[in-house]
């Protein structure tokens, strides 16, 4: 197997930051940090990241537990399926699936457990792909679902706002062309 980019590297430990917390989230946050502080572009997403890490080092694993059900399961503005929030339960969603089903195939990202317009599938693929595809994907689709991710996070105030915050961050500074996203006006990290 080809070693991965550095791109595809940091999207994949971001990705794996959204994935329902356990005894292995203190260990990818830090690999996380450090991948981000070796990109000057990006190293700003570090400082997110910490706020995130600072909670998770200060409360006990059950309450981070919690944060993640309340941020991501138990409201519906920050889900993390990324089709929902460009086309809710419209059939249009399903087109979507289909073509994100089969970027997953073509980046060689394996699909587990969640549907494959989950944001940490979209951030896989988008750090496989090429400066052109990711530049037109994550514009297109990406930086509108996670505007809209954010405003719905904000309302329930916890430690997650400060992941998607890095997340965003780094998309927007790496993939997104801000001429190109449409509709809403980029929500400011």
């Given at each position: 197997m080809a070693t991965l980019s550095k791109n595809a590297q940091i999207m994949d430990a971001l990705a794996e930051l959204l994935e329902y917390p356990d005894d292995s989230l203190p260990k990818k946050l830090e690999a996380c940090i450090s991948l981000l502080k070796t990109d000057e572009k990006i190293k700003k997403a570090a400082d997110h990241l910490t706020l995130f890490q600072d909670y998770a080092q200060a409360n006990p694993a059950q309450s981070?537990?919690?944060?993640?059900?309340?941020?991501?399961d138990f409201n519906k503005e920050a889900a993390l399926?990324?089709?929902?929030?460009?086309?809710?339960?419209?059939?249009?969603?399903?087109?979507?699936?289909?073509?994100?089903?089969?970027?997953?195939?073509?980046?060689?990202?394996?699909?587990?457990?969640?549907?494959?317009?989950?944001?940490?599938?979209?951030l896989s693929v988008v750090g496989r792909m090429d400066k052109e595809s990711s530049t037109a994907f994550?514009?297109?689709?990406l930086m509108s679902a996670l505007n809209k991710m954010l405003k719905g996070i904000e309302k329930k105030e916890g430690?997650?706002?400060?992941?998607?915050?890095?997340?965003?961050?780094?998309?927007?500074?790496?993939?997104?062309?801000?001429?190109?996203?449409?509709?809403?006006?980029?929500?400011?990290?």
């Open positions: 981070l537990e919690e944060a993640f059900t309340q941020a991501f399926e990324v089709g929902w929030h460009l086309y809710g339960e419209d059939y249009a969603r399903g087109d979507f699936l289909v073509k994100m089903r089969d970027l997953l195939r073509q980046g060689g990202v394996e699909e587990k457990q969640e549907l494959p317009d989950h944001l940490t599938y979209v994550a514009s297109m689709y430690p997650y706002q400060h992941v998607l915050k890095a997340i965003h961050f780094v998309v927007l500074e790496n993939y997104a062309d801000p001429l190109q996203i449409p509709g809403e006006t980029r929500y400011e990290s």
